[in-house]
């Protein structure tokens, strides 16, 4: 078999991808702000043109105090977030004492044919320097063939002062199209916090 090399290795000498190879990445849809939101919903940007979608949720800070949280799907662009989800959540935690170092599955915060919305935060304190930081991975949205896998793993200040890691993933099971998503908590308000929607090349 014969060895090929390269006679230029310089990276600087590549000045385009020919058009059958991808360059692939992220490509940034929409950008949204919390400012005493009671929810952030993107009822846009999430169609066919992608097969996968990131959200990306940096220091989502709630007014009220011990609240998780939350998502859910919409079918018909927003109108009602009511899909039937099935899931797993587990989570770790460490408190700043010493105490914990646990890892657990959490019964309680998973879903199992409910319409209900999807936790994907520990509880949260509204203290100033309090939040949860994460993604959620949603995947080919648009099949009406096949049902809607979601990922979800975040890093949180528990409101008993741990830190708190959560990871989710199931379904969405329907075979319509997901084209909307609304982000919430339990209660309250989103204080404060940005949401960046990505698609996935």
């Known amino acids: ?22 360059g692939g990445g992220m490509t940034l ?3 949204q702000t919390a400012s005493s939101s009671s929810t952030i919903s993107f009822t846009s ?6 097969d ?14 011990n609240v998780t949280f939350q ?9 009602n977030y009511n899909v039937t989800k099935t899931t797993t959540f587990f989570n770790a ?7 914990g170092g646990v890892l657990q599955y959490k019964a309680s915060s998973d879903e199992a044919q409910s319409t209900s919305d999807q936790i994907i935060s520990a509880p949260l304190g509204n203290g100033n320097d309090e939040c949860v930081s994460g993604t959620l991975n949603l995947f080919n949205p648009s099949s009406t063939t ?14 008993a002062d741990y830190s708190d890691n959560c990871y989710i993933a ?6 319509s199209a997901v084209d909307a998503i609304i982000f919430k908590m339990s209660s309250g308000n989103i204080d404060s916090g940005v949401i960046k929607l990505y698609g996935i090349s």
């Open 93 to 99: 935690y460490h408190g700043e004492g010493g105490g």
């Open 170 to 175: 199931g379904y969405g099971n329907t075979t």
């Open 146 to 159: 096949f049902v809607k896998h979601f990922i979800s793993s975040s890093a949180g200040y528990n409101e």
């Open 1 to 22: 078999m014969a060895l090929n090399f390269a006679n230029n290795n310089s990276l600087s000498a590549i000045t385009s991808l020919p058009a059958s190879v991808s």
């Open 45 to 50: 940007g999430i169609d066919s043109t992608y």
């Open 29 to 31: 849809i929409s950008t």
């Open 52 to 65: 996968e979608y990131v959200f990306k949720f940096i220091d989502i800070h709630p007014a009220t105090n």
């Open 71 to 79: 998502f859910n799907l919409s079918v018909d662009s927003g109108s």
